[in-house]
T-cell receptor
């Protein structure tokens, strides 16, 4: 079965640089979530999109922005990177409610490990 | 303030034993409670989930018990195996605008199953 695809898998940046993380949801999933997970911590919700519109916003710094495109893939843009931005970034997708799915389940990608030096 | 409280923080179980992880929540508007399993460096994998109108759900060796009045739910792993060694997160969600259901996470339980 197709899974959520994230790229790149690993990214090393210098302080004050920019980074773009990409997420390709499972086919026919129209909702995308972004989470940030520090070492030994639970994932923290950043932002979500439903049908290409931002649907909720969590603890996402103003230096970060994101969008969902017409093909439902999403990109997380991170500027003025700080050492504290080093973390695993996960994207998750959910299906639209239908006979076979409630739309509640979130399926996670393998993550992008961002290291800021 | 942690909206979903998870315990224990770590757990060591012998192979073949039962692993039990507990979670408690405050917001009665939560209507979906998933458990995720995460291996180091990997994405969380949906293990099993339950809704408040059900008191128990079983899938293979994994069982969720749900106590709505106590606002508590737990994960039981029967016949625990070394391959079950991972971090387990409970979570809760409620539906907001559109199809949005951000996950509210517990802090995780690191499970080690000794051979």
């Amino acid at each position: 079965a197709a899974g959520v695809i994230q790229s790149p898998r690993h990214l090393i940046k210098e302080k004050r640089e920019t980074a773009t993380l990409k997420c390709y949801p499972i086919p026919r999933h129209d909702t995308v979530y972004w989470y940030q997970q520090g070492p030994g911590q639970d994932p923290q919700f950043l932002i979500s999109f439903y049908e290409k519109m931002q649907s909720d916003k969590g603890s996402i710094p103003d230096r970060f922005s994101a969008q969902q495109f017409s093909d439902y893939h999403s990109e997380l843009n991170m500027s003025s990177l700080e050492l504290g931005d080093s973390a695993l970034y996960f994207c998750a997708s959910s299906p639209r409610p239908s006979g076979g799915a409630s739309g509640d389940e979130q399926f996670f990608g393998p993550g992008t490990r961002l290291t800021v030096l | 303030q942690q909206q979903v409280k998870q315990s224990p923080q770590s757990l060591i179980v012998q192979k073949g034993g039962i692993s039990i992880i507990n979670c408690a929540y405050e917001n009665t508007a939560f209507d979906y409670f998933p458990w995720y399993q995460q291996f180091p460096g990997k994405g969380p994998a949906l293990l099993i989930a339950i809704r408040p109108d059900v008191s128990e759900k079983k899938e293979g060796r994994f069982t969720i018990s749900f106590n709505k009045s106590a606002k508590q739910f737990s994960l039981h792993i029967m016949d625990s195996q070394p391959g079950d060694s991972a971090t387990y997160f409970c979570a809760a969600t409620l539906q907001s605008a559109g199809n949005n259901r951000k996950l509210i996470w517990g802090l995780g339980t690191s499970l080690a199953v000794n051979p």
